[in-house]
């Protein structure tokens, strides 16, 4: 059962404009929530998180939103830029257990110059 | 120099042969971890460990074994290699378990198994 789920496999955007990206979850034990972000070839690097007890959290064009009673949060990016083209992946970590973190499967964005 | 290094980055072998993934840190962290990602499926756990002494299955761990032979360097085999773990292998670390846990990734290794 997946408890991360990015929905939209890819996106595409026109440079400028904003890029939104989307992750639901069904786990209530999340209690923190990751974005990574990668390109071909290289590793997952990490770009943004927030805390469930939180609702918004911004650095610099990146913002991430949270719904905890939907179980939704999503990923701003304003203004795209060709350089944000990579795979972004959501992550939710088990705040009981295992403490681990679980990934959706990615989205993959373009930036269209 | 990279933080998280992984070495092979790419390899090919066949059906039945014991295969060694290897990786080596010098950020100071306790924690390693090796995931697998697989076109579509994301990112997803092998096996973790918090020390030397700890090792942890994660949600993938059949078919695979891992050692911790120093605080800095976490090793994944596969000791009879199949063509259906054939995929791409982070190895990744993270520190104590503080906000916001970010977990620190290599390069990746890309096994294929024929």
């Known amino acids: 059962d997946q408890q991360v789920k990015q929905n939209s496999p890819s996106l595409s955007v026109q440079e400028g404009r904003i890029s939104i990206l989307n992750c639901d979850y069904t786990?209530?034990?999340?209690?923190?929530f990751l974005w990574y972000k990668k390109y071909p070839a290289e590793g997952p690097t990490f770009l943004i998180s927030i805390s469930s007890i939180k609702d918004k959290n911004e650095d610099g064009r990146f913002t991430v939103f949270l719904n905890k009673s939907a179980k939704h949060l999503s990923l701003h990016i304003v203004p795209s830029q060709p350089g944000d083209s990579a795979v972004y992946f959501c992550?939710?970590?088990?705040?009981?257990?295992?403490?681990?973190?679980?990934f959706g499967k990615g989205t993959k964005l373009s930036v269209i110059p | 120099d990279a933080d998280v290094t992984q070495t092979p980055r790419n390899r090919i072998t066949k059906t039945g042969k014991r295969i060694m993934l290897e990786c080596s840190q010098t950020?100071?962290?306790?924690?390693m971890y090796w995931y697998r990602q697989d076109p579509g499926l994301g990112l997803r756990l092998i096996y973790y460990s918090f020390d030397v002494k700890d090792i942890n299955k994660g949600e993938i761990s059949d078919g695979y074994s891992v050692s911790r032979q120093a605080q800095a360097k976490f090793s994944l085999s596969l000791e009879s290699a199949i063509p259906n773990q054939t995929a791409l292998y982070f190895c990744?670390?993270?520190?104590?378990?503080?906000?916001?846990?970010?977990?620190?990734f290599g390069p990746g290794t890309r096994l294929t198994v024929t």
């Open positions: 950020k100071g962290h306790d924690r």
């Open positions: 992550a939710a970590r088990n705040g009981a257990g295992s403490y681990q973190l679980t």
């Open positions: 786990n209530s034990m999340f209690d923190y």
């Open positions: 990744a670390t993270s520190d104590g378990g503080s906000p916001p846990y970010e977990q620190y």
